[in-house]
């Protein structure tokens, strides 16, 4: 394989990383530079300024992932629709310099009339299919807004984003349950956190359970340090509700959230498998891989 | 019937009415003196500037309900639990000057080990109960926090609150749907309001649906002028995903809401009677002629 540079480049954040043929990171480094940061045109610049030492090695293929294809990034990558494997993704690849640097497009689906969309998230999924030596799955990737990814066969197939990560803060910040949370999340109460997914099967709606916060604070039934947690389960277990009974999802992410979503899932009997954010490292590589197979 | 006062005293607002022995409002006052605005002692005197008149009529009653009862409010009546009726909640007036001024109580109910409270809305809906000359019923409160009543033979036997008001003004104002939504709401645009409704029954989660809000503006699928009304669907639908197949719903609110409620239930099929605010009145009327049977 050529020397391989992958780039997860966010909204918030730009993450790269000199990857080994087997798609282990030889060397990482981070930057708060997300897209949201760089002016038009800044793109390569900032680029060149994190790793444009790994860059200048002859023959390297750099893979960027992220938002930098979005919109408002480097260069709308458009995106690649479901089903999607890596000739699918390969062949909708947007080359900023032929052969050497590509955005990895996001990719599309339509579920009753609507579409949705992730970026960056296939990366991260076709990467635990390479950690975990499986052709498919159900992946679930945290955070802001968590994803749903369903595999089969090597291709994503379809999925389905929860805002899960920005209904809990602004529950947590900016509506009535402000008032009795205290000001700081503190460490994670697991009992009140498993409590909380446990309501939210029974409620139904988040809509519903959230005021259970509120009612079980008012009755002195929730002491206030275990709010957050509590709260944090409604949220986590509501997006849990619509699993599919039979699948064992596979967790990616930042250990802090897989941690969550495994204790969630355990207290539901659904046992899950955890792998952190280097899955998008180990993505890039059998991208890269795939690229160099005629 | 004796000369009756009623007053709705909620958290931002102030109404009160001179009521005739058929519940009809004779007289009607408002103030923005909702209960965050007076200071601790300084209740007797808001009331008493707003209709001190009224109720210097010999025998003059006033019943008072709403956030007065609150912890923050007046005086804290505490919650009269469910089920209840004319009878348990006659006992569990709050009175402050005895025979003349009471605070009506909130109620309590519990399911699942949580607890739920309404405060102001039975009065609303024993109105309700005395308008339709029913015994019983679901009755919906739409609003910040909507409240789903259910009524049998005139006694409340169980409720829920869905914060489905506050939750919308969360999306709207503070998520990423703010970025694509216009600045105002404008008029209520049918069609999209509908076409959220829909979507909320198949996505079965606002978790997962708002985020439609997002994709369908990416992709040019919803105008931008239709997208609030479009969200407002969605929340709505949300709520009315956990009804009961059976019911046919009694709205009871601001006319500009629960149009949109009925409106979303024509669309699920379900037939539905809409009732103003006047139900206040009504309620608080009925619960005085309860009053004087010995």
Redesign the interface.
């Known amino acids: 394989m050529k020397p391989l540079v992958a780039v997860d480049w966010g909204t918030s954040s730009l993450r790269a990383a000199r990857i080994a043929a087997d798609g282990a990171a030889l060397e990482e480094r981070a930057s708060p530079r997300g897209i949201l940061t760089v002016p038009a045109g800044g793109f390569p610049g900032v680029l060149h300024e994190l790793c444009g030492d790994w860059l200048a090695a002859p023959g390297t293929l750099c893979l960027v992932s992220g938002m930098a294809g979005s919109r408002q990034g480097w260069r709308e990558a458009p995106y690649c629709p479901c089903p999607a494997g890596f000739a699918e993704l390969a062949r909708a690849l947007l080359w900023i310099e032929p052969g050497r640097v590509a955005i990895v497009p996001g990719l599309s689906c339509e579920a009753?009339?609507?579409?949705?969309?992730i970026r960056g998230e296939e990366v991260q999924v076709f990467g635990a299919l390479d950690l975990l030596r499986r052709p498919g799955g159900v992946f679930v990737l945290p955070g802001t807004?968590s994803k749903w990814v369903r595999v089969d066969a090597g291709r994503v197939r379809s999925f389905?984003?929860?805002?899960?990560g920005?209904?809990y803060a602004?529950?947590r910040q900016?509506?009535?349950l402000a008032r009795t949370l205290p000001a700081d999340d503190g460490e994670l109460d697991e009992p009140a956190f498993v409590r909380g997914v446990r309501?939210a099967q029974?409620?139904?709606?988040?809509?519903?359970a959230?005021?259970?916060a509120r009612?079980?604070a008012?009755?002195d039934?929730l002491p206030t340090a275990a709010q957050p947690s509590y709260l944090s389960g409604l949220?986590i277990g509501?997006?849990l509700?619509?699993r599919d009974p039979g699948a064992q999802p596979v967790l990616v992410g930042s250990p802090a959230l897989t941690r969550r979503y495994a204790l969630a899932l355990t207290a539901l009997g659904v046992a899950s498998t955890c792998l952190g954010p280097e899955a998008t490292w180990r993505g890039a590589a059998a991208l890269a891989r795939s690229l160099e197979i005629p």
């Open positions: 009753g009339g609507v579409p949705d969309v807004h389905a984003t929860f805002m899960s920005e209904c602004l529950l900016h509506s009535i309501h029974e409620a139904g709606s988040l809509l519903r959230a005021f259970s009612t079980l008012l009755f039934r949220v509501e997006e509700r619509l």
